[in-house]
Nanobody, 121 residues
Framework: QVQLEESGGGLVQPGGSLRLSCAAS????????MGWFRQAPGKQREMVAT???????NYVDSVTGRFTISRDNARNTVFLQMNSLKPKDTAVYYC???????????????WGQGTQVTVSS
């Protein structure tokens, strides 16, 4: 059974930084794209940043220049470095990965349980 475990969330003041990590574990045959999504109270879940298996990245406009996504393929881990945090960044952040557990199972998207990020003074 595949699991994605996020860590690194917490409470920070505006302008502060956090580094989120997400490690995929279990029976994993291959991982394709990975990314981070977030959901604030009363809002729909939105894409924050994605990174392909080849290292190409994409960011939502509101975090461009402040957030950096990276990955360690050997460890099946994706990171999100968040700098210059703003109150509007407050949300539950979810890790996402497109992977296949075995060669006999199709590609699918998997989600972590989420980690809370709160930006407040």
């Amino acid at each position: 059974q595949v699991q994605l475990e996020e860590s690194g969330g917490g409470l920070v003041q505006p302008g502060g930084s956090l580094r989120l990590s997400c490690a995929a574990s279990g029976s994993i045959f291959s991982i394709n794209d990975m990314g981070w999504f977030r959901q604030a109270p009363g809002k729909q879940r939105e894409m924050v940043a994605t990174i392909t298996s080849g290292g190409r990245t994409n960011y939502v406009d509101s975090v461009t220049g402040r957030f950096t996504i990276s990955r360690d393929n050997a460890r099946n881990t994706v990171f999100l470095q968040m700098n210059s945090l703003k109150p509007k960044d407050t949300a539950v952040y979810y890790c996402n990965a497109r992977l296949r557990e075995t060669i006999r199972r199709p590609w699918d998207y998997y989600w972590g349980q989420g980690t809370q990020v709160t930006v407040s003074s």
